[in-house]
Antibody, heavy 118, light 107 residues
Framework: QVQLQQWGAGLLKPSETLSLTCAVYGGPFSGYYWSWIRQSPGKGLEWIGEINHSGFANYNPSLKSRVTMSVDTSKNQFSLKVSSVTTADTAVYYCASTWIAANWFDPWGQGTPVTVSS | EVVLTQSPATLSLSPGERATLSCRAS??????LAWYQHKPGQAPRLLIFDASNRATDIPARFSGSGSGTDFSLTISSLEPEDFAVYYCQQRGDWPITFGQGTRLEIK
């Protein structure tokens, strides 16, 4: 059964780069899309993008210019970078998995709160 | 982008009552719709996938229906642990989007 464990810096200043990593345990790294999703305070869920084991990525157009995702297949890990953060990027960030032929997210990581403040 | 509109925004019910939550898509997403339960401090939990299929270990009191643009999640008899925020999510069109959520609160 796949489990996701995520980590990363929780406090950033405006203009810095957000960096998070998610490790995949208990299942294959290939055959899935690995996503990042966030929830800003008082708001709903926003899909940021996804990447597969080959490094093929799809990004939400709303964030595409600032987002980079990558994979490390030797460690079964995938990562998110968001450049030039502002206070609007303050959110809880989740990693999540989608089986290649599926249309839903399961499971999810535990979430990482990220605050952007000067 | 497909906009998912959930209604009502807040639903106040008592344990034992029936809850019906709605999710309407701005264009057809076929049956590529999922429902999640989200409690504070926890990761969202998949309840329903492809509109009407219960996820593993989800109690039978949860059911989903609909296709195209109109979907619903029904909880047949509310248990105390069911009070949470519920989100719908579509992958029928790009990019993947979520509804704004329905808060199910104890009356």
């Amino acid at each position: 059964q796949v489990q996701l464990q995520q980590w990363g810096a929780g406090l950033l200043k405006p203009s810095e780069t957000l960096s998070l990593t998610c490790a995949v345990y208990g299942g294959p790294f290939s055959g899935y899309y690995w996503s990042w999703i966030r929830q800003s305070p008082g708001k709903g869920l926003e899909w940021i993008g996804e990447i597969n084991h080959s490094g093929f990525a799809n990004y939400n157009p709303s964030l595409k210019s600032r987002v980079t995702m990558s994979v490390d297949t030797s460690k079964n890990q995938f990562s998110l970078k968001v450049s030039s953060v502002t206070t609007a990027d303050t959110a809880v960030y989740y990693c999540a998995s989608t089986w290649i032929a599926a249309n839903w997210f399961d499971p999810w990581g535990q979430g990482t709160p990220v605050t952007v403040s000067s | 982008e497909v906009v998912l509109t959930q209604s009502p925004a807040t639903l106040s019910l008592s344990p034992g009552e029936r809850a019906t939550l709605s999710c309407r898509a701005s264009q057809s997403v076929n049956s590529y719709l999922a429902w999640y339960q989200h409690k504070p401090g926890q990761a969202p939990r998949l309840l329903i996938f492809d509109a009407s299929n219960r996820a593993t270990d989800i109690p039978a009191r949860f059911s989903g229906s609909g296709s195209g643009t109109d979907f619903s999640l029904t909880i047949s008899s509310l248990e105390p642990e069911d009070f949470a925020v519920y989100y719908c999510q579509q992958r029928g069109d790009w990019p993947i989007t979520f509804g704004q959520g329905t808060r199910l609160e104890i009356k």
